[in-house]
């Protein structure tokens, strides 16, 4: 029987899959991506927006321009705009800049972000194929399309998987150290290592339809928007430019008491959303119904097998952030793997990944859902005089769109959610008794306290602070003075890789409230001081995950 190896066998090769392949070679550690579509077969017209983060991580992967490249036209607005119907009047407009203006644009709510790459707005279908690309072309990543994982066992020191070509029927096997599942919401990995879903299974059911509507664009009034949101009180939803031309994707947001997709019918719903006449002529290309949910697997690993993404997690996609979440899931799991499989750190490393990921995936999972209730509960209550013409409905108009406006900034604006989560529970972060700062979904205070993302910040040349970090562990330190010899030569010691970046004192005093700041590979504060440690192979040992080890054989 035919028989494959690698290190890392990846089932799934959606958004999250990908990026893990593509974090693992960059680390230089091989995988096999099997993945059950086409080589770049698009996937349906879902996500459309990529968060700042995510945008970090595809940065460092290099692959940022190509996905700020594609998308929607350059000149196209982000903005969110709330109206009375699509072609209605504006209610109100959260401005985000058009991706030609995005790294210059001043003064509005996303633009106050220190970060190098900015979010982007870009549907799903466009995105997947750019990845797979990328993804393809690295060395160490093999992608078997057209493939299915049926099953797989774990041994003492590998997995063993079924595989099946789906063209063909051949059936074989894929023998690998680890195993990752980053195969979707119906995940058989989830399943295979006992893992449940848990939470709240329904919150909303939607009525979801790609249409191609050629003439829409120009009867949409003033300037144009990214999302438009219908709010009166016959049926409210929101509408997605896909293409910035023809294609738009409308979701009609089901009331309770409409509890089948076709409760309401299609066609009067995209037109009432629309606000468009009998007579206007539309093409569904699919159909893409959906049930929002909020459900967070009970446990993301067991032993040589992981789950990350929608298999692990799933939420109403408020704040766009289900597949952010994913691929901040694969940027954890992947260093921590790398480290094993490099021999720098010891497999207890692995402990920490459901440690620092489950509880971020609640956080996030729980801000999704109060939005979407929020949203919710605001869609009811739109009172008929919205539609009003002249003073008596300005006024309600004014109150609405004041309301949507404060709503849905955090939202659209989620600077908390792509900055603000923290690791509090890790068994391989040395904390202090700093305390960490708490986020919103919209807003957040960079801080160095260890758990946190390392604050960003441009040095006086323009340069990132995210382009100087080594691959693996950085020690930045703001005083040459300051002696590091022992931390530097702990870390040789057990073989971790450790770059020292040395800064000016003056280029971040505020952030950066101490001498010394160890930033992991994935970007968060492992430790700080203002001196080396007093024990610097104990950290050393902290934050490759030794202590875990040494923990688990004492007890
Ligand atoms: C309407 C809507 C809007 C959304 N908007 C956003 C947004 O703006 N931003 C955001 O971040 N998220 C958004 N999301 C969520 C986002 O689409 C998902 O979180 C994301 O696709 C998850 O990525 P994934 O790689 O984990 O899983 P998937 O995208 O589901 O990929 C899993 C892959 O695994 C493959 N597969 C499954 N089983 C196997 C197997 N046994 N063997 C081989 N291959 C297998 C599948 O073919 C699939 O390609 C939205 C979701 C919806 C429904």
């Known amino acids: 029987m035919r028989q494959e190896k690698t290190s890392v066998l990846i089932v799934g090769g959606g958004p999250v899959g990908l990026t893990l392949a593509m974090d693992l070679a960059w680390r230089g550690i091989d995988s096999i991506v099997a993945e059950t579509r086409y080589p770049g077969e698009p996937p349906s017209v879902k996500c459309n927006h990529v968060s700042a983060r995510t945008m970090e991580t595809f940065r460092r992967l290099g692959l940022a321009q190509k996905v700020r490249d594609t998308g929607l036209p350059a000149d196209y607005p982000n903005d969110a705009s709330y109206r009375t119907t699509s072609t209605g009047i504006e209610l109100a407009r959260i401005p985000i800049p058009a991706r030609n203006e995005r790294y210059t644009a001043t003064g509005g709510p996303d633009t106050w972000w220190p970060t190098p790459e900015p979010p982007h707005r870009i549907n799903q279908t466009f995105l997947e194929p750019v990845m797979f690309a990328h993804a393809a072309a690295m060395p160490g990543v093999r992608i078997l399309n057209r493939t299915v994982i049926e099953d797989f066992s774990q041994g003492d020191h590998n997995v063993t998987a079924t595989a099946r070509d789906l063209d063909s029927g051949e059936t074989y096997v894929i023998e690998a150290k680890y195993l990752a599942g980053c195969d979707g919401s119906r995940s058989m990995v989830r399943r295979k290592i006992g893992a449940t879903l848990s939470g709240t299974p329904v919150i909303q059911r939607v009525q979801s339809t790609c249409i191609r509507a050629p003439q829409l664009l120009d009867m949409l009034p003033g300037k144009k928007a990214w999302m438009y949101l219908s709010l009166n009180p016959r049926r409210c939803g929101t509408v997605i430019a896909i293409d910035g031309k023809e294609t738009w994707l409308i979701h009609n947001h089901l009331y309770e008491g409409e509890p089948e997709f076709d409760s309401i019918d299609r066609d009067w719903a995209i037109r009432t959303i629309l606000g468009v006449p009998d007579d206007f002529q539309y093409e ?54 790398a480290a094993v499989l490099r021999g720098w750190a010891p497999a207890s490393l692995l402990d920490a990944y459901e440690r620092e990921r489950q509880p971020i995936t609640e956080q996030v999972s729980k801000f999704a859902m109060e939005m979407a209730l929020n949203n919710m509960r605001q869609r009811k209550a739109t009172p008929p005089e919205v539609e009003l013409p002249g003073p008596e409905g300005d006024a309600v108009r004014a109150r609405v769109g004041k309301e949507a406006y404060d709503l849905n900034v955090h939202q659209y604006c989620c600077g908390g959610l792509n900055f603000g989560y923290f690791y509090a529970q890790s068994p391989v972060i040395a904390y202090d008794d700093g305390e960490h700062p708490t986020y919103t979904m919209y807003d957040f205070t960079p801080s160095t306290v260890p758990g946190c993302r390392a604050p960003h910040f441009f040095l006086p040349d323009g340069r990132s602070l995210y382009d100087l970090l080594g691959p693996d562990y950085s020690l930045l330190r703001f005083d040459k003075a300051v002696d590091v010899d022992g931390l530097v030569q702990a870390a040789a010691h057990r073989g971790v890789p450790l770059t020292v970046v040395d800064l000016p004192a003056e280029s971040a005093a505020e952030l950066y409230p101490h001498k010394l700041a160890l930033i992991r590979p994935d970007q968060h504060i492992a430790w700080r001081g203002d001196s080396g440690p007093s024990d610097p192979l104990s950290l050393i040992d902290l934050i490759r995950g030794a202590a875990v080890a040494a923990a688990r054989q004492a007890a």
Do not use: Q
């Open 284 to 337: 569904v290309v699919s159909k893409e119904d959906w049930t929002g949910r909020r459900l967070v697997a009970d446990r993301f690993r067991d032993r040589r097998a992981f789950i990350a993404g929608d298999a692990a997690h799933l939420w109403i996609p408020y704040a766009g952030y289900g597949m952010n979440a994913g691929i901040a899931d694969a940027m954890d799991l992947s260093w921590m793997l």
